[in-house]
């Protein structure tokens, strides 16, 4: 069974910079897009963060664009996302997932819909006080 873990979620104060991981276990992420969401309580899970499968797209939520940096690293089998200027509204647990396809070719807006990945992270939680 495929298994991937996030880490790295923390509380900060607003303006702190953080970096969370996701790594896989008994599969590699190489041959698929890799995707960044988070759920705040209450609230529907949101996209954040894409990445294609060769490393070549990105793409962002509105609300972190400019502020937050997907990439990934297959050697080492592991996808990340940089946070900077850390908002109260960032504050949320978040979860890596795996594209449901490998070497997709589809993209936009595909990569932004929690029903196109396959298997999730457990997640983890980012607590960002103003």
């Known amino acids: 069974q495929v298994h991937a873990v996030e880490s790295g979620g923390v509380l900060v104060q607003a303006g702190d910079s953080l970096r969370l991981s996701c790594a896989a276990s008994?599969?590699?992420?190489?041959?698929?897009?890799m995707g960044w969401f988070r759920q705040a309580p209450g609230e529907d899970r949101k996209f954040v963060a894409a990445?294609?499968?060769?490393?070549?797209?990105?793409m962002y939520a509105d609300s972190v664009k400019g502020r937050f940096a997907i990439s990934r690293d297959n050697a080492k089998n592991t996808v990340y996302l940089e946070m900077s200027s850390l908002k109260p509204e960032d504050t949320a647990e978040y979860h890596c997932?795996?594209?449901?396809?490998?070497?997709?070719?589809?993209?936009?807006?595909?990569?932004?819909?929690?029903?196109?990945?396959?298997?999730w992270g457990q997640g983890t939680q980012v607590t960002v006080a103003s």
């Open positions: 990445i294609s499968w060769n490393g070549g797209s990105t």
């Open positions: 997932a795996i594209y449901r396809e490998a070497y997709a070719s589809s993209w936009y807006p595909n990569v932004m819909y929690p029903t196109e990945y396959d298997y």
């Open positions: 008994e599969r590699t992420f190489s041959p698929y897009h």
